[in-house]
């Protein structure tokens, strides 16, 4: 995948697009996308995407990751070191006391599913998207594998 341009938080979420204002999630949805399927009941995704369990470590690599969209532009973190945290996004610290790994996974998914105001993109699907940029139209930012790892990492964050 091609290394993100860097710029303001707003040109990056307009390079890569975010998801057209979807109905809020019946009670189960079977959604069939980037050659994946899940299912999303109740506003979770409750199964993994992937076959191998996520890995904290490097869900905490990707979220840190510029070169392929790193959460820091729009949330604050808590990592030592990064600095200038984002504040679009809700801050991130006690995460994992607020949402189960399905609701995390769905919010990386299909924001809009919750918000459809969101500017959040999503991380893994291709279709029904805003606004794309060429280069990176049929292109997903994230794996299935990488949403495992990162949801991994999030549901690490349970201080406040």
Known sequence: MADLPIGLPI????????????????????????????????LEIKLPL?????????????????????????HDVPIEGEPDPGNIGPPLAGVALRY????LRLRLVDPKQ???DTIMP???????LYEVAQEYRDQSIYS?????????????LDEL
């Open 100 to 103: 189960t790994a399905g609701e």
């Open 144 to 156: 299935a594998q990488d949403v495992e790892d990162v949801v991994a990492y999030l549901l690490t």
């Open 50 to 74: 992937a076959d191998v369990p996520g890995d904290p470590v490097r869900g905490e690599l990707l979220v840190r990751d510029a070169s392929r969209a790193t959460c820091l532009i729009c």
């Open 114 to 116: 919750f918000n459809p």
């Open 11 to 42: 040109a990056f979420l307009a390079a890569w697009g975010c998801s057209l204002a979807t109905p809020m999630a019946a009670d189960r949805t079977v959604i069939a996308d980037n050659a994946l399927s899940y299912v999303v009941e109740d």
């Open 122 to 128: 999503s991380y893994l699907r291709t279709s029904d």
